[in-house]
């Protein structure tokens, strides 16, 4: 399957279909699951990787494949945190996993903030941005799992990957 699926924030599922992904999608397939609410700090992020690190684990999630999920997690949540919530102690980030034994994953990470167009971000390899200091989170996350879908206006992501 290749990397790096991106998709705006319009629906796509006949997308998702070429790519593998299994849609629409069932949640009674995938018998791991972890819902929680965060408060907008970073040790509440941290905590949270953790427990969907250790979900990867215990779905058979080999070392490189979780190195990635942590990665793109990581970016996730803290555009979540920064630029959704806008670092706002009161507002939540909500996090969804579930997984299936062997083969996937999918992390689901909504804010509280006004969301945003993937499209209007730029391309961070662009001549002109290549030493800024920021700007890699969602090229990150699109490389490093095999789909990318941004949902609800900008306020909600979903990264979806494969174990196989």
């Known amino acids: 399957?290749?990397?790096?699926?991106?998709?705006?924030?319009?629906?796509?599922?006949?997308?998702?279909?070429?790519?593998?992904?299994?849609?629409?999608?069932?949640?009674h397939r995938y018998p791991l699951r972890l819902r929680t609410s965060l408060p907008s700090t970073k040790p509440a992020l941290n905590r949270a990787v953790r427990s969907v690190l250790r979900m990867a684990r215990d779905c058979g999630c080999l070392n490189d494949h979780r190195a990635n999920l942590e990665i793109a997690l990581r970016e996730a949540l803290a555009n979540a945190l920064i630029h959704g919530n806008a670092l706002h102690r009161a507002k939540r980030i909500f996090l969804r996993c579930y997984g299936s034994p062997r083969s996937a994953m999918i992390v689901v990470v909504r804010d509280e903030g006004r969301g945003f167009d993937p499209g209007d971000v730029p391309d961070p390899r662009a001549a002109d941005r290549l030493y800024f200091p920021n700007g890699r989170g969602l090229f990150l996350m699109r490389e490093l799992m095999d789909y990318v879908e941004y949902r609800k206006g900008g306020r909600e992501v979903l990264l979806y990957t494969s174990f196989r």
């Open 1 to 27: 399957m290749p990397r790096g699926r991106f998709v705006s924030s319009r629906p796509a599922i006949h997308t998702a279909r070429r790519t593998g992904i299994p849609w629409p999608f069932e949640r």
